[in-house]
């Protein structure tokens, strides 16, 4: 079965840095776009980031020129990496798995990790 897992995740200050990994049991990797939502405390999830199978990167506009998503094919791994943390980042982060856009047939999720940003 499909797994992905999330790592990275805790405690941190603000202004404080923080990498992500999502760890995918997938079997073509390559083939799938990859992303990164999170979920904050009685809010809905909402986008972060994404990669395509070309390597080129989508984000929210509040996390721009913070966030950086990147994939190495090669570990079936997917990383987001945070710096400048903000209160209003905390939230449970979770990975996603995309074989195509244009259904929502083929999309799997993680578990998340949780990420703290104190003020």
């Known amino acids: 079965q499909v797994q992905l897992v999330e790592s990275g995740g805790g405690l941190v200050q603000a202004g404080g840095s923080l990498r992500l990994s999502c760890a995918a049991s997938?079997?073509?990797?390559?083939?799938?776009?990859m992303g990164w939502f999170r979920q904050a405390p009685g809010k809905e999830r909402e986008f972060v980031a994404t990669?395509?199978?070309?390597?080129?990167?989508y984000y929210t506009d509040s996390v721009k020129g913070r966030f950086t998503i990147s994939r190495d094919n090669a570990k079936n791994t997917v990383y987001l990496q945070m710096s400048s943390l903000k209160p209003e980042d905390t939230a449970v982060y979770y990975c996603?798995?995309?074989?195509?856009?244009?259904?929502?047939?083929?999309?799997?999720w993680g578990q998340g990790t949780q990420v703290t940003v104190s003020s």
């Open positions: 990669i395509n199978l070309s390597g080129n990167t």
């Open positions: 997938l079997r073509a990797f390559s083939s799938y776009s």
């Open positions: 996603e798995a995309d074989l195509d856009p244009d259904s929502n047939e083929f999309v799997y």
